[in-house]
């Protein structure tokens, strides 16, 4: 069987992702955080007999990475995929947020990353084989009103994952950015979101909040991108790119618009702003306005 590594798999995106990779036949690590989570995705495990074992692992945490890695390495003698998938999610305009909030973001949503793929690369470069997913986001090709913090930590994770693809590339090391849309998952309910009525970036607050309003009713389940991540392994025509879920229309027609028509989104609010929303990306957010 082959061996996957899966980061923050306590719920949402990182759970599904344990479950599907292990019900595609792979033998899958599934750490987290905070191991007192993890009674969910053990119970469904059991469930259905699958190969799936559980491990703490903290993607800020170097000696962390470095125990739950050996692990694996112990157990098995090799890592063949690596899922960076833990994150998290940030909602402020650019001149509140605190700095402590925004350097924990980066240390878990890029960093963690760089940590966890600096950990496993040597055995895969050895072996002439593997592949490395990184989580990513619709916000990680559009920038989003209200979240630069978390559209800044998504930007560096697909140029950092398009050089790296590049670099792996003599390895046969395959590396794939999975670019979910709007999946429902418990990041909305752990996300700070420093709304302040009295504050001069409320239009900004507010357009934000009509995106999500609209979108988390009707989100992508988490197990279709735990499917799309094992299609991005096991497809024979690999791509670096794999964009799916709610909303991905944001991704899609961001690049045929200019930058000015982009920006003047901001200028706009109430009907107009609904108005010019649905025009340029075909989401109709007016039920956020009742």
């Known amino acids: 069987m082959d061996i996957c590594l899966i980061t923050g798999t306590s ?5 599904a992702a344990a479950l599907s990779f292990a019900r595609a ?4 690590y599934a750490t987290m955080r905070n191991l007192a989570k993890s009674e969910p995705l053990i119970e469904a495990a059991a469930a259905e007999d699958l190969p799936i074992t559980v491990l703490q692992l903290d993607v800020t ?69 593997g592949a490395v997913l990184n989580v990513s986001s619709i916000m990680g ?40 849309g709007v999946i429902g998952t418990p990041i909305f309910d752990n996300t700070p979101l420093h709304y302040d009525e009295s504050s001069p970036y409320l239009r900004s607050m507010n357009q934000c909040g009509m995106f999500y309003r609209t979108a988390v009713p009707t989100s992508s389940r988490p197990s279709e991108i735990g499917d799309v991540m094992v299609q991005a392994v096991q497809t ?19 690049t045929d618009m200019s930058d000015e028509d982009y920006v003047a989104l901001g200028t706009l609010e109430g009907p107009a702003y609904v108005d010019r929303y649905k025009e340029l990306f075909g989401i109709d957010l007016s039920a956020a306005l009742r």
């Not at 036949?25 to 899958?28: E, S």
């Open 11 to 15: 719920t949402g995106i990182g759970q």
């Open 25 to 28: 036949g792979y033998k899958v």
């Open 61 to 129: 945490d170097q000696g962390s990475i470095t125990d739950g890695v050996k692990q694996v390495l112990d157990a098995e003698g090799r890592i063949d995929v690596l899922v960076n998938n833990a994150g998290l999610g940030a909602a402020c305009p650019v001149e509140t947020y605190p700095e402590d909030e925004h350097r924990a973001l980066f240390e878990t949503n890029y960093f963690g990353l760089v940590r966890m793929i600096q950990a496993v690369l040597p055995g895969m470069r050895e072996r002439r084989s």
């Open 141 to 180: 090709r559009t920038g989003g009103v209200n979240q630069a913090a978390y559209c800044a930590s998504k930007f560096a994770v697909e140029g950092m994952s398009e050089s790296l693809a590049l670099e792996l590339a003599p390895f046969g090391i395959r590396v794939a950015i999975i670019e979910p």
């Open 236 to 254: 024979d025509k690999p791509r670096l790119r794999w964009l799916h879920g709610v909303a991905d229309e944001l991704a899609l027609r961001r």
